[in-house]
């Protein structure tokens, strides 16, 4: 298994750090923004097709929530298993940058940002 190492390339596109993701330290996954096996999930091809990092970069919704593709049912579904809250991740990532985002959950060993 990997260390849990800050680079701001495994910041994931919807708010998550794919840095500390079990799957990704084990080698199962090559994290976001590099695993192409994921055409399915709808905000990584949006980030991709307008050349975002990250929801955080979005200019058509000041509130990631207003989104249907970053709130949408089967992602609700997900944060209430994994009590993540991708929204304060994006929030995060708007206040400080994805270089610092990556630091910040790197040096707390954290995949999300905890639901409260």
Known sequence: MQEIVANEK????????????KRYLS????????NNKASWCKIRNCCLENKYASCADCK???????CKKFNN???????????SDRHAGIMRIKAIGCAKFAEEMAAAKLQAIKRR
């Open 10 to 21: 495994l910041v994931s596109m919807c708010g998550l750090y794919c840095g500390a993701c």
């Open 60 to 66: 058509m919704f000041v509130d990631c929530n207003h």
């Open 27 to 34: 080698g199962a996954c090559l994290g976001c923004s590099a």
């Open 73 to 83: 049912f089967i992602s609700k579904i997900f944060q209430f298993i994994f009590r």
